[in-house]
């Protein structure tokens, strides 16, 4: 009797970044008439150091000298140069002091700098599979989710719900107004093409405008791809081992599933098919494969997982059936 394979046919459905950083106000510079003074990150995060920078058009800053203090504590003199300052908790202030001596005439500058509590979160919206431990990747051609998760404080340590901030949203340097508002803490940004970047940054303010925080983000899609896996009966599918290369039927039938990683969701679950020695099968995540006749015999199996209607993924496995299983003295 000839050997082949049999389908039988079964039906599943696939279930469908963090950087932060804040200061008070919109800090960006504190300027005067003799200097500048910027710190960066424009908005620093708890417990980081932030750097304060001067720059001047009317005194030649390489022939002066430079003190620092925070706090009313000197921390640095010498010859100007950018200098970090420690910061504390949420919402606690900075007081950074500069006076810049050039001859005989002397400059100061107070900048306060007060860090606040913000996260940005990224939710791809693409394709893993159930239970699947690890993150989505962001998808080519797809869609991400990005949460803003802010506690603003103020220096006694006062907070205010989330919902009546304002969020101002900017990807790619271009701010999205109809993204922004009180309360508005979420965006669907489009994905980068691929091999390159797309940026995303939020301002966050408290409802009276004296707490300002911020955070961006840099996305890069991924490449999609798919992997099968074997569904044991008792076990359940084991996604601790990707089949790939050759895979053995020992038994009178086997069941694989394909889990598609890094495709677009955004118009519903990806589209599965499979297809055995070159021909169409089957579609959908799992397939059943039933060895007929007794002789040995090899097949190849492969399949496509694709986002409205294009190909974007797969994968191929080389079947081996009609073998026996290895057995133990008992003959078990």
């Not at 998808?139 to 907070?159: C, F, M, Q, S, Y």
């Not at 118009?267 to 021909?279: D, E, M, T, Y």
């Amino acid at each position: 009797m000839r050997s082949g394979l049999l389908i039988a046919f079964t039906l599943s459905i696939l279930l469908p970044i963090a950087t932060s950083a804040q200061s008070l106000g919109d800090l960006g510079s504190v300027s005067g008439e003799a200097f500048t003074l910027s710190v960066s990150p424009q908005y620093p995060s708890p417990y980081s150091q932030a750097t304060v920078s001067l720059t001047s058009g009317s005194i030649e800053l390489a022939n002066t000298t430079m003190t620092a203090s925070v706090g009313g504590k000197e921390t640095y003199k010498g010859s100007v140069r950018p200098f970090s300052v420690t910061l504390g908790r949420t919402g606690s202030i900075s007081n950074v002091k500069v006076t810049v001596t050039s001859g005989s005439a002397s400059f100061s500058q107070t900048i306060s700098i007060q860090p606040q509590d913000v996260v940005l979160v990224a939710e791809p919206i693409s394709s893993s599979p159930p239970l699947y431990q690890g993150k989505s990747q962001v998808p080519i051609d797809g869609n991400v989710r990005i949460v803003a998760v802010a506690n603003l404080k103020d220096a006694g340590g006062k907070t205010s719900s989330p919902a009546k901030y304002s969020y101002l949203w900017t990807v790619d340097g271009v701010r999205i107004a109809n993204s922004s508002g009180i309360g508005k803490s979420a965006i669907i940004a489009a994905s980068p093409l691929q091999y390159r970047s797309r940026s995303v940054s939020v301002a966050i303010s408290s409802p009276d405008g004296s707490l300002v925080g911020g955070a961006s983000m840099s996305l890069s899609a991924e490449q999609p791809y798919i992997r099968i896996y074997e569904n044991d009966p008792l076990l359940g599918i084991r996604y601790e081992r990707a089949l790939s290369g050759n895979y053995t039927i020992d038994g009178t039938e086997s069941t694989l599933y394909a889990a598609p990683f890094s495709i677009s969701t955004t118009g519903g679950s990806p589209f599965i098919r499979w297809f055995l020695n070159g021909a169409s099968a089957q579609t959908g995540n799992l397939i059943t494969l039933r060895p007929t006749g007794k002789g040995r015999g090899t097949a190849s199996l492969s399949l496509t997982a694709s986002a409205d209607g294009s190909e974007t993924a797969t994968t191929n496995l080389s079947l081996i059936f009609g073998t026996k299983p290895d057995t133990n003295l008992f003959g078990l």
